[in-house]
């Protein structure tokens, strides 16, 4: 059976993909866009079985923290910029 059958013959829901590791963003772009255009949101590419809090959303996995978590930061790099006349508020936390 070609995978137009298959694809036919069962619902969104039941369809998924996993992007692995070695794939370009270009590929991984297309295959969100093939999952999408079959209406299946089961797009993955964590093959590690990390989890990921959906309840963070973003913050589960960017590493970014908060202003107010920045005091807790080991180290802060910051590069072209000067956060004392840039952003004070930020500024005073790094300082504290």
């Known amino acids: 059976a070609s995978i137009k059958d298959a694809v036919s013959k069962t619902t969104p829901e039941k369809i998924g993909a996993i992007a692995g590791d070695l794939a370009a963003v270009e590929e991984i772009?297309?295959?969100?866009?093939?999952?999408?255009?079959?209406?299946?949101?089961?797009?993955?590419?964590?093959?590690?079985?990390?989890?990921?809090?959906?309840?963070?959303?973003?913050?589960?996995?960017?590493?970014?923290?908060?202003?107010?978590?920045?005091?807790?930061?080991?180290?802060?790099?910051?590069i072209g910029a000067n956060p004392r006349f840039e952003a004070s508020v930020l500024n005073a936390r790094i300082r504290k």
């Open 29 to 78: 772009f297309a295959l969100k866009l093939l999952m999408a255009s079959l209406g299946s949101k089961n797009t993955d590419c964590r093959q590690d079985g990390a989890a990921l809090d959906p309840a963070l959303g973003r913050a589960s996995y960017i590493f970014n923290p908060t202003i107010e978590g920045i005091e807790q930061a080991d180290a802060v790099l910051i």
